[in-house]
């Protein structure tokens, strides 16, 4: 469906990642616009760019005249503007959306916040936080994610083939990434077989293919 919406994000934002899933779930086209979070100091930091979003951050959807920011934010904005295309990203019953949230949030509001690459940047400048000290660190907050998350969907009967019944939600869309983000930083999966279950299963899904960070324009070419 053609919508004139515009991303901003960074093929290697967790963020940005997200939003790029929640979009080809919802079948939205949407025109990417890349913004370099490391070269020339971060394009994010730019005088344009501050313009679109005071923030200073990655993603950012534009829709016409509006901005939106915060993946979270503009997921469910996604959800409420397109409710009739392809995928619901949240349950339709309150306790089924409150599941869906709560784990999204132990991911993009309690663990990938610790470990992007602004407080990596800070650990380094302000600490003398080495790159072996950064991954520790890293793995540490994502350990506790993914211990908490496994507790989540083990044994519980909401879960289903994906984190909450047999269709792909927001929960889903944000554990991808960070599973991503896991393997980046050499985190073992062993003691997580159900959030290891599900990251699989979303990945047999065209939708996450296509967002996959390897998969955008602005990657590195190999």
């Known amino acids: 469906m053609a919508t004139g919406l515009v991303l901003y994000g960074y093929w290697r934002s967790s963020a940005a990642y997200r939003v790029r899933i929640a979009l080809n779930l919802k079948g939205v086209e949407y025109e990417s616009r890349s913004v370099h979070l490391v070269n020339n100091g971060g394009e994010q930091h730019s005088d344009v760019y501050r313009g679109i979003n005071p923030q200073q951050m990655v993603p950012c959807l534009l829709d016409g005249d509006r901005v939106i920011t915060q993946s979270l934010a503009i997921m469910e904005y996604l959800d409420e503007l397109y409710p009739e295309l392809e995928t619901a990203l949240l349950p339709m019953d309150a306790r089924g959306r409150a599941r869906v949230r709560s784990m999204a949030m132990v991911v993009a509001c309690d663990t ?38 496994e507790a989540m969907l083990d044994d519980n009967a909401a879960t289903g083939r994906y984190c909450h019944g047999d269709t792909p939600s927001m929960a889903d869309i944000c554990l991808v990434p960070q599973v991503y983000n896991a393997l980046r930083w050499k985190l073992p999966m062993d003691n997580y077989p159900t959030v290891w279950r599900i990251h699989q299963a979303c990945n047999e899904l065209d939708a996450f293919r296509r967002a996959m960070p390897e998969a955008q324009a602005d990657a590195p070419q190999s």
């Open 112 to 149: 990938h916040p610790l470990g992007n690459l602004r407080v990596l940047q800070r650990l380094e400048s302000q600490f003398g936080a080495d790159e072996d000290q950064r991954a520790q660190w890293s793995r540490h907050w994502m350990e506790t994610c993914f211990t908490a998350l």
